[in-house]
């Protein structure tokens, strides 16, 4: 019947649509999972935590990507607005017909992409401990360079008729796409990483800008870390611990995280409580004593 969705022309555009639009939204997000999750466990490996111990959920992960990922995209947007001017511009002359400066900047490019990924590479062999920031995102800048050099060497001495089979040039554009690709994920895995150490380092000046945070329990925690004080009230029968000389960190699965006030990487611990009824916990502002 012509009523059934089956037969009908709009449902099969829809699910077209849907199965080209699932598979890059599906990627999408698991690299946003990824870099929200290797900038969370950077931070807190340095922070001598484990990044399971939060409890994060894949939203919360997404959230933490966003800052991995806004410097690298605005600068790989800028730098690709600016290469699309350069190439129409270099287009230009050779459609005039003035080739002979276009092959001599081309070779010049493509001379210095290949000197420059093979540099970066160089690098990573002869320091194979140790993440040079930014190495993989200038070996892709390499990598496209030469492209780009190989590009306008071919338009600039094929002329009207190509003599490189449709075939081959797409395998070559699919291969230098997987590359590039792969070395973006690898810069932006190291940048995620160091925006999570940063964070960590950074606890230790603006530790005292987090909110305070005053915990009240039933029960007697023996919160041992530097500067935080017990004061017991109450009866004796049902007696209250006041704990002072804490920051609040974040609270996340089921669980609170607090930070010693004059918190260090070296000398401060992380008190980890669980969100109970039997515990209560006023929160401040930054600057109440």
């Known amino acids: ?24 939204l599906t990627i999408s997000t698991a690299l946003l ?21 939060f409890g ?25 607005v600016l290469w699309l001017a350069l190439d129409r511009f270099l287009a230009g002359h050779i459609t005039a017909g003035r080739v002979a400066g276009t092959r001599r900047l081309a070779a010049v490019i493509l001379f210095a992409g290949v000197a420059c990924a093979a540099a970066m590479w160089l690098v990573v062999i002869l320091q194979p401990e140790r993440t040079v920031l930014f190495v993989p995102y200038i070996m892709a800048a390499g990598v496209l360079l030469a492209a780009w050099g190989l590009s306008l060497w071919r338009r600039s001495t094929e002329g009207p008729g190509r003599s490189i089979a449709a075939l081959s040039r797409g395998s070559e554009k699919t291969l ?4 590039v690709s792969l070395l973006l ?25 987090l909110p305070t945070a005053v915990v009240y ?19 004796a029968d049902h007696p209250v611990y006041q704990y002072t000389g804490l920051r609040l960190l974040v609270v996340s699965g089921g669980r609170i995280f607090l930070l ?8 401060g611990k992380v008190v980890v409580l669980r969100d109970d009824p039997g515990m209560r916990v006023e929160y401040g502002n930054p600057e109440s004593k």
């Open 33 to 53: 999972v990824y870099f929200g999750w290797a900038r969370t466990d950077a931070q807190a490996k340095a922070m001598g935590l484990d990044v399971s111990l």
């Open 1 to 24: 019947m012509s009523g059934e969705p089956e037969g009908d022309p709009r449902w099969k555009r829809a699910v077209d649509m849907l199965a080209v639009i699932g598979p890059p």
């Open 260 to 267: 010693n006030e004059g918190w260090t990487l070296r000398s």
């Open 56 to 80: 994060y959920t894949v939203q919360d992960f997404v959230l933490r990507s966003i800052p991995s990922l806004f410097i690298p995209l605005v600068w790989l947007l800028i730098l690709a």
């Open 185 to 209: 994920f690898w810069g932006t895995s190291d940048y995620a990483q160091a925006l999570g150490r940063g964070l960590a380092v950074s606890y230790e000046q603006r530790a005292m800008l």
């Open 217 to 235: 329990s039933k029960d007697r925690l023996g919160i041992s870390a530097p500067n935080v004080r017990e004061q017991s009230s109450g009866t």
């Open 176 to 179: 230098i796409f997987c590359l």
